[in-house]
Each structure stands twice: as structure tokens, then as C-alpha cells.
């Protein structure tokens, strides 16, 4: 990071100056962005597991949004957090979208488009299966194979991506903290009996 | 008829079970509690549910990880801010401070953004030309950007009125007691497009529904929160949508 210039502004008098001072916002929020070009563009590269063009691509959508932003940031929070989500927001919108295209696939199981018209007893009994393997994913797991499972599933990260934002420096990374997870799934749900693993199992 | 999948192989079940749950704390708490934005007595309450949900913990840790860069290479780094530099704000151009938009009206990117969106097309810079043209978000929401729509039992945050290009995803508030969310978007008519259940506060646009979307067209959606028995515990309002084309 960038040696810090102890005499400078904090980050939210810039952003009240710039709000306060039509004429001195270009300078004053020339220098924020400048401040947090590096954090910004070393989180989007470990999103984007170190491809640079991507990384760029996503660090500019971040400071756009920023600008359109910023105007109505109302210092309930340090500037840095209010970054944080934002670049955190665009990231995801960007996953999400990539996701959409219809060159990538849906993982190994498409969902069941008729999924969105369940009737009630259904959604009830999807809700079941949630709580189930939610209550086993807090049972068994540690902590770290749980976050990489929502990284990969919830998040749609891919593993390498994973291996840099969690800074995993094991030798199969991600991949032992998912194959680990589900092998510890398995033998709960084997060890609670066929009647459990079925429920677990049912198809709403 | 579908063949049964182990809960543990499942990814549509495995995302809905590790997603945030009506328990959780906003995630605006939990980043500023892993930047170190919180009074100790404050941060230890929030690390301690993230300790125990795989949401939670893993949003920490991603926040965690803004606050102190490692795992990438310096130089790599360097190319993407000199990328930043070179084309985008913060470049050590002048910027101009955008005045908040008017309610109701329609969204035009800022002077200096359509300069550089000329700009970079002349340039040739194809890749932040491509991504401008595809991929800007719909509302960033965090501290002091959140815009809750109330009027219904459950407040929305996001998609509301205006949005450039198709959301990914919509969210809201949680409601108490809630173990699913049913999540319903509507054609201009009140007609239903299509939606699906949720055990999060967010529900993302799968590509079928995302795919019958249009740009310059309005929509609507709502949500409402199920107990575990399937009985509806509350419903937002229904709020209206304008998908605004991402590049003109």
C-alpha cells in the first residue's frame, strides 16, 4: 500500500468538503479515489482470481458506482465500509449476470422450473430440507469449510477465487475445505438413519 | 421422475441452506465490524453470530480481506490501478460531483462519464466499453444508500423504480419468524412472470426469468414470508420497476 500522509484529511472531510464545495469536489475526490485505487483493485483481483483484465473492468464499474453514489453517502458509517459494499455490490451483480449468459452452465443440477409455481405443502416441505441441511451444516462443520460451501454455492465463486479471498494457502486450497464438508455431511446424514437421509433427500 | 440427490450434492439446496437467514445482521454491521468500524462490545456480539453462519463468517471474511490486501502480487496490483488511471475516475482527471437525481427522473450518466465512455471507444479500450455496456449494476445498496420502500408489512431495498439494465437480484428486510420468502415479479399488467422461494434476503433472477426482462419496459414484483409451515407471515407491497437501457 501507499506510504499514508499523516497531515491529510480524513476520508469522510473529503467527501463532506466535496458535498459542501461544488468547485473543489473534482480535486477533493480526485485524491479519495486515488487513496483506495490500490485496496479496491487487490480485492478485485482476488475476485477475479488474478486476472488483471477483469479485475480492471470490475474496479472501474466499482468507482463509477461510487461517483453516482457518493452524493448521498450520510457518514453512518467510515468511508471504507460504505467501499467495501459497494465494490462487494458490483462484484456480485457482475457474478450474477455472468451467470445468466447462457454459455455458462448451472452447475451440475438444473433447477426445477416448476420450482416457482409450488403450491403451499410443497414450499413446506422445501423449507423442511433447508432447515435440515442447515442445522447439519452447523452441526458438523467447522466454520471455514461452512464459508467456503456459501462462497461456492451461494455466492457462485469459483475455488481458485475462493483460495485468494479466504488467503487459503493449503495444497488443494478450497477444494479439500468442499470435499472435506460434504464427506462430513454424508456421514450425518448416514449416521441419523435411512429415514433421515430420505427426508433430507425428498424431492418437493 | 426426477432422480433424488443427496442433500450434500444438491447446489440449489446447499445455496439456499447456507444463505443469510431472517437472524442474520445487516451486512453494512458486519463489514464495518471486520474494518474495525464498531466499538469492541459491538464487533464481539456481530463475530460471534459469524462465527456460527457460514453467511455471516464468510462475509466477514471478505470484508476482512479490504482491509488487509495479501494474496495477490504487488505488480499485478500496480496493472490493474494503472488500468484505473489511465481510463477511468481517479485517473487524475477532473471529476465533477454528481447532484442526487431528482425523484422520478430519468437517469443519465454524469457529463464526465459519457466523455469517457466516447473516449475509451476511440481508444479502443474494448474491454470497459464491453463491461459499461453489460454489466452495470442495478442499486448499489450500503450505509446511507439504502432506499427501503414501505407500505407493505415487509420493506423492500432494492430494485425500486429506476434501474440500469436487468436486475440480477431483488432484496429486502428480514422479517421475524420468517423460514421462507416467496418472491413474485409481475408483468406491467399484474401478471406473473415467474419468481421462486428464498430462505435469504435476496433472491437472484435465474436465467429464464432474467431472460423475458426487456430494457425500457416496467415491471413489478413483491415478496411475502412464510413460517415453516408454509403459512404467509407477511407481504410487501408491490413495487414498480423501470429497466432503463445500460448504454445508449
Not at chain 2, 51 to 80: H, I, K
Not at chain 2, 151 to 177: D, H, T
Amino acid at each position: 500500500m501507499p506510504p499514508i500522509d499523516s497531515d491529510r484529511q480524513a476520508d469522510e472531510q473529503l467527501v463532506r468538503a466535496a458535498q459542501q464545495d461544488a468547485a473543489a469536489a473534482p480535486q477533493l475526490l480526485d485524491e479519495l479515489f486515488r487513496r483506495h485505487q490500490r485496496r479496491v483493485g487487490a480485492w478485485a483481483l482476488r475476485w477475479c482470481d488474478g486476472r488483471t483484465e477483469d479485475a480492471a473492468d470490475l474496479a472501474q464499474e466499482v468507482f463509477l458506482r461510487v461517483q453516482e453514489k457518493l452524493a448521498g453517502f450520510r457518514f453512518e458509517s467510515a468511508f471504507t465500509t460504505w467501499l467495501y459494499l459497494v465494490t462487494r455490490t458490483v462484484a456480485l451483480n457482475r457474478a450474477d449476470a455472468a451467470r445468466r449468459r447462457p454459455a455458462v452452465s448451472l452447475e451440475e443440477h438444473e433447477l426445477d422450473p416448476e420450482d416457482s409455481a409450488a403450491p403451499a405443502d410443497e414450499v413446506a416441505s422445501r423449507a423442511q430440507q433447508v432447515a435440515l441441511l442447515r442445522a447439519a451444516v452447523v452441526a458438523v462443520l467447522e466454520p471455514l469449510e461452512a464459508r467456503v460451501l456459501h462462497l461456492h454455492y451461494t455466492d457462485g465463486l469459483t475455488l481458485p477465487a475462493i483460495d485468494r479471498l479466504l488467503g487459503l494457502d493449503n495444497k488443494s486450497g478450497a477444494k479439500a475445505y468442499l470435499v472435506a464438508a460434504k464427506r462430513k455431511l454424508r456421514r450425518h446424514f448416514e449416521g441419523r438413519g435411512p429415514g433421515a437421509r430420505a427426508a433430507a433427500e425428498e424431492e418437493a | 421422475m426426477t432422480p433424488r440427490v443427496p442433500p450434500e450434492e444438491n447446489p440449489e439446496l446447499l445455496a439456499l441452506a447456507l444463505g443469510r437467514t431472517s437472524e442474520c445482521p445487516p451486512l453494512e454491521r458486519l463489514a464495518a465490524a471486520a474494518l474495525g468500524d464498531l466499538t469492541e462490545a459491538e464487533r464481539a456480539a456481530l463475530l460471534a453470530h459469524a462465527e456460527r453462519c457460514p453467511a455471516c463468517g464468510a462475509e466477514v471474511a471478505l470484508a476482512a480481506g479490504f482491509a488487509e490486501p495479501g494474496g495477490v502480487d504487488d505488480a499485478e496490483v500496480e496493472r490493474v490501478v494503472e488500468r484505473l488511471r489511465a481510463a477511468g475516475p481517479g485517473a487524475g482527471r477532473v471529476l465533477a460531483f454528481p447532484a442526487p437525481r431528482a425523484a422520478g427522473a430519468r437517469s443519465a450518466a454524469p457529463v464526465w462519464a459519457r466523455w469517457a465512455a466516447a473516449a475509451l471507444v476511440v481508444l479502443g479500450v474494448g474491454f470497459l466499453w464491453q463491461a459499461s455496456r453489460t454489466a452495470l449494476p442495478p442499486e448499489i445498496t450500503g450505509p446511507g444508500t439504502i432506499d427501503v420502500v414501505r407500505g407493505g408489512e415487509i420493506e423492500v431495498e432494492a430494485p425500486v423504480g429506476e434501474v440500469n439494465g436487468v436486475p440480477g437480484a431483488l432484496s429486502w428486510r428480514p422479517v421475524a419468524g420468517a423460514a421462507l420468502y416467496r418472491v413474485e415479479l409481475l408483468d406491467v399488467a399484474g401478471d406473473p412472470l415467474g419468481g421462486g422461494e428464498t430462505v435469504a434476503t435476496r433472491f437472484e433472477l435465474d436465467p429464464a426469468l432474467a431472460g423475458r426482462l426487456r430494457e425500457r419496459a416496467r415491471y413489478a414484483w413483491r415478496v411475502s414470508a412464510l413460517d415453516a409451515s408454509g403459512r404467509e407471515l407477511a407481504r410487501s407491497a408491490v413495487v414498480e420497476i423501470s429497466i432503463l437501457p445500460v448504454s445508449k
